[in-house]
């Protein structure tokens, strides 16, 4: 151990610079000071200091790992926070261990879930809350990683289909359940997605009113189109996407998913 004089002698009487290996090949360093009136690092000093030190070591390491791992779950919750998908991570009881921004905005509308007084997700309904509920369960008990339980989740407006599948690990450890909802209860599929899939923008618009409207006629008057050239619309669209009848057209819009949140490609295109 090396004792150093420097310009804070002017407060310290004596520092000491101790330096050894870390995490990874990386150096630690520790800087002791002692004022004049405690006097210089005696051999006492070191070999007390020495017999301590790896504990300090250890606590230091620890930090360091612990402020690691907490900037990755930050990075990897900003990353959650953008998927479309309601993510709610469970314990066997059905209380959350984490929830994404979809999911969390879900919990806040409670109009399909909410959380109980006992913090536990429950449905709108007693009948979808205890199959949530039974669901949450299995999928805990399970050995199987691949479990994978479909949920009919009932609300005021219709309803909505989750998927409960076994997760390895949680947060603590044990075994818990992932809870997946689409959160979507409407065919407004982002335009995008409907570009990527051949439409164009005329066909978007078109495609929009037609499965929210009750006849290809209302579609037209809504699009201000004739009924000829609805029927046109509707003929190339279903061949672009390969379906033929109006149910399967409505399944495979009502079935898509934009991979991130609204609000999160709004603030990009402002950007």
């Not at 779950?73 to 926070?81: F, G, H, V």
């Amino acid at each position: 151990m090396l004792a150093c004089h420097s310009e804070l002698s002017l407060r310290f009487g004596y520092f000491a610079v101790v330096q050894v290996p870390g995490i990874g090949g990386a150096t630690l360093r520790a800087l002791l000071f002692r004022t004049r009136d405690d006097g210089p690092f005696t051999a006492e000093i070191q070999r007390n200091f020495k017999l301590t030190l790896p504990l300090i070591i250890h606590i230091a390491e620890t930090e360091m790992q612990t402020a690691a791992e907490s900037r990755h779950m930050e990075r990897l919750e900003a990353l959650l926070d953008r998927v479309s998908l309601a993510i709610f991570m469970l314990d066997g009881q059905g209380k959350p261990h984490y929830c994404n921004a979809a999911a969390r905005a879900m919990l806040l509308d409670k109009t399909m879930m909410r959380l109980s007084p006992e913090g536990t997700v429950r449905g709108a309904t007693l009948a979808t809350t205890r199959s949530l509920q039974e669901a949450i369960k299995a999928a805990v008990a399970s050995g199987e990683d691949r479990t994978e339980i479909a949920v009919r989740l009932e609300g005021p407006d219709g309803w909505l289909l989750g998927f409960v599948v076994t997760a390895s690990h949680s947060l603590d450890g044990s075994r818990s359940a992932m809870l997946l909802v689409n959160p979507q209860r409407s065919g407004d599929a982002s335009g995008a997605m409907l570009e990527a899939l051949g439409l164009l923008r005329s066909e978007q618009r078109f495609l929009t009113q037609f499965l929210e409207a009750k006849s290809l006629s209302e579609a037209a008057q809504r699009s201000g189109l004739s009924d000829e050239t609805a029927k046109t619309y509707l003929k190339r669209i279903r061949a672009k996407l390969g379906v033929h009848r109006q149910m399967e057209l409505a399944r495979l819009i009502y079935g898509l998913i934009p991979p991130l949140r609204a609000d999160e490609k709004i603030a990009k295109s402002a950007n």
